[in-house]
């Protein structure tokens, strides 16, 4: 079981250039999200989606574009790579909320350095 | 919107002894969920422990237990018989019960060092 899979690790862009983080998971669930961890700020959301053709904007969206054409794949897009994306980013998946399970904790790939130049 | 704070950016237990991470937040709603979790220097998130807000009982796992005050709005974290390996970022993380995101609100984190 993989769990989730982040791809690439480590990534070096330069400003202006364009770059799809992918994101799979193979548990079927339905809530996905990615999120930034900046030095001191802790993780931040970027955006989520609970479910196939579902996503929305969460904290700090702007820049960033996703789609979620299938349950297992969430790729995040930068459009135009700027400095201030430099970053960790961190896919997670979860069940969805409710249903009487509590609270499902959301499991976490092992995220992508990405630096731009 | 929530926030969730720690006002603890590094913390220093020896190897044997306990420590406690503050955490607090800030909300409106009544049924949520809080979390605590582990990144090492892998950058893997673990969870460590959880806690629903309806519950009154402390959660524990393991050497793990938290402290959990609804009307301080405080969530600590309690680490007993510290281990070399307990030595990592520790993030708390809120999540509201409502609708059917579970979208997380983390704070800045701890750094815990274990000395021998």
């Known amino acids: 079981n993989a769990g989730v899979t982040q791809t690439p690790k480590f990534q070096v862009l330069k400003t202006g250039q364009s770059m799809t983080l992918q994101c799979a998971q193979d548990?079927?669930?339905?809530?996905m999200s990615w999120y930034r961890q900046d030095p001191g700020m802790g993780l931040r959301l970027i955006h989520y989606s609970v479910g196939a053709g579902i996503t929305d904007q969460g904290e700090v969206p702007n820049g960033y574009n996703v789609s979620r054409s299938t349950t297992e794949d969430f790729p995040l897009r930068l459009l135009s790579a700027a400095p201030s994306q430099t970053s960790v980013y961190f896919c997670a998946s979860s069940p969805i909320q409710g249903g009487g399970f509590g609270p499902q904790p959301q499991h976490f790939g092992d995220g992508t350095r990405l630096s731009i130049l | 919107a929530q926030t969730v704070t720690q006002s603890q950016p590094e913390m220093s237990v020896q190897e044997a002894e306990t420590v406690t991470l503050s955490c607090t937040y800030d909300?409106?709603?009544?049924?949520?969920?809080l979390f605590w979790y582990k990144q090492p220097p892998s950058r893997q998130m673990i969870l460590v422990i959880r806690q629903e807000a309806y519950k009154q009982q402390n959660a524990t796992e393991n050497r793990f237990s938290v402290n959990f005050q609804k009307a301080a709005k405080s969530f600590s974290l309690k680490i007993s018989d510290s281990q070399l390996g307990d030595a990592a970022m520790y993030f708390c993380a809120y999540r509201s019960a409502a609708g059917t995101a579970s979208k997380l609100t983390f704070g800045t984190g701890t750094r815990l060092q274990v000395t021998l």
């Open positions: 548990m079927n669930h339905e809530y």
């Open positions: 909300t409106s709603e009544s049924d949520y969920y």
